[in-house]
């Protein structure tokens, strides 16, 4: 029996729905910064919800927005932004599913 997808992959998808911003070149080669979400995560890689096109092997940034709960420092301020390289994508309705892949593992 071959091995299911998820027992292939090295790292186990979280289906999280996290709110982050995205930043880079749209597929018509606009900078701009949106509001998107995940729709599952992983140490290496996100599949996004985004409101506009992406480029195929661009490059973009994704910012995990953090309110400050202290200014103790004892509690880290957010998390560094990720940078990453679109995959694939797909329209959606009105958004664009996009699987993204990390520069840098995550974790």
Known sequence: MPPLEDERRRFLRIHLQIPLFI???DAHGEQFMELAKTLDISALGAFL????PLAINGFVTLTIPAPSITSSGLVPAGMAPIQAKVKRQQEAGDVYLVG??????IG
Not at 49 to 52: I, M, V
């Open 23 to 25: 930043r880079g070149k």
């Open 100 to 105: 993204v892949e990390f520069l840098k593992p």
């Open 49 to 52: 919800a985004s409101p506009r």
